[in-house]
């Protein structure tokens, strides 16, 4: 079993930063890739950011120029440093890894609410 903890959410201005992390702990033999999804309410789950193991990063339109993801293999942890946030960005922010073989798992969630 593979556990995820999220930290680093909250309440934030328009304009405002936030980096969120995730620790995976648990039975990690490797880990490949490691993202960030969001859910705002009644819309589904999007990709935010991902980052492979050898640290090619991918992000979705809407966060480029101001999200930049990043992980630290040593602490199996990977980070989402937010800024220029907007209102817009409100959601539930998600950890997903996903571990060598394929198999995917994700964290309980953490609150990102940005006010105008």
């Known amino acids: 079993q593979v556990q995820l903890v999220e930290s680093g959410g909250g309440l934030v201005q328009a304009g405002g930063s936030l980096r969120l992390s995730c620790v995976a702990s648990g039975s990690i033999f490797s880990i490949n890739a490691m993202g960030w999804y969001r859910q705002a309410p009644g819309k589904q789950r999007e990709l935010v950011a991902v980052?492979?193991?050898?640290?090619?990063?991918n992000y979705a339109d809407f966060v480029k120029g101001r999200f930049t993801i990043s992980r630290d293999n040593a602490k199996n942890t990977v980070y989402l440093q937010m800024n220029s946030l907007k209102p817009e960005d409100t959601a539930v922010y998600y950890c997903?890894?996903?571990?060598?073989?394929?198999?995917?798992?994700w964290g309980q969630g953490t609150q990102v609410t940005v006010s105008s």
């Open positions: 980052i492979s193991s050898g640290g090619r990063t």
């Open positions: 997903e890894v996903v571990i060598v073989g394929g198999r995917a798992y």
